[in-house]
């Protein structure tokens, strides 16, 4: 998306363009004895945020984009019930390891990645690219590389010469945790009794990755993943974010390459999407947050 110029037949000088925009882009000119508001990006280095579109009531900036600006129509939220189904939305939003076979309809995959990309990323960078798995071979296959993974870490990691002179800094810490080698065993003993420990047989995994960039790559990711697993739930769909899929592709270069992630790029998360088994009744109790006011 482009910004090009100011259709100043449009333009009612509302100056909400000259207000909104953060790199401060719009301003107010004179013109011979008349006002006009412009738009000057002499470096090109306008971060394309569309704020300016979304804010000016009379579609008066010119803009090239294969998408268009979609308008909001008056009245379509009503805020008397959004907060509240939005609440429980997320109070009951639980992570789901139990998937009933059938699999993601494609619809639905679209509407979840549209809504998708509507998530905030620093400088609007939205450097975020998507692999979506759905064949079940495939998933399974994956599933037991990373079962191997898993199992040959704790192996290396339970060995005493290993462990002391090759396993250092974040890694030795968890290491010395008691819930590391329990979950890895409950990993390993599922995986030997047939279930599917990492994707729990979801249908659908969808992996994200980018080239490295920037040092809020992580908190990118985080939130379009989240808008990801909401937009999932808002649909009746569960979902569940996969840590140890993430890391193991993260280390083993054999793993990302399996399903297609090109090198040096990084894998940020990957969540199971799937059609729910479990009926939850009760929303836990939850722990409130530690907050200091100051
Ligand atoms: C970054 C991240 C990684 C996670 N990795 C896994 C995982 O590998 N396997 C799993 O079963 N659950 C995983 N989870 C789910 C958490 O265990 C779950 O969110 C937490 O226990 C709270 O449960 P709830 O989401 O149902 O409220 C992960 C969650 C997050 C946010």
Redesign the pocket.
Known sequence: MKIIEIDHEKCIKCLECVAECPSHFFLEEKNDSEKIVSFSDPYSVCIQCGHCLSICPTDAIIYQSVEKVIKISKNSMNFNTLFPQLKLLLQT?????RYHPEPVSETEIKEILDVMKYAPSASNARAWKFIILTDPKKIKTLSLKIVNAISLTRKLATNFFIKKFFIYGELRKTIREPSFTISIDRIINDSLAGKD??F?NAPCVIFLYSPKYGNLAGCDS?IIMTYGMLAAESLGLGS????????SLQRLRSLSKFIGIPRGHMVW?CFTLGKPIPIFHRI?P?PDLSVKRI
Do not use: H, M, Y
Not at 240 to 247: D, L, M
């Open positions: 939003k639980r992570s789901i390891r420990p990492i729990f985080g569940c974010w996969i840590g140890f899929a993430q890391e998360g836990p939850k």
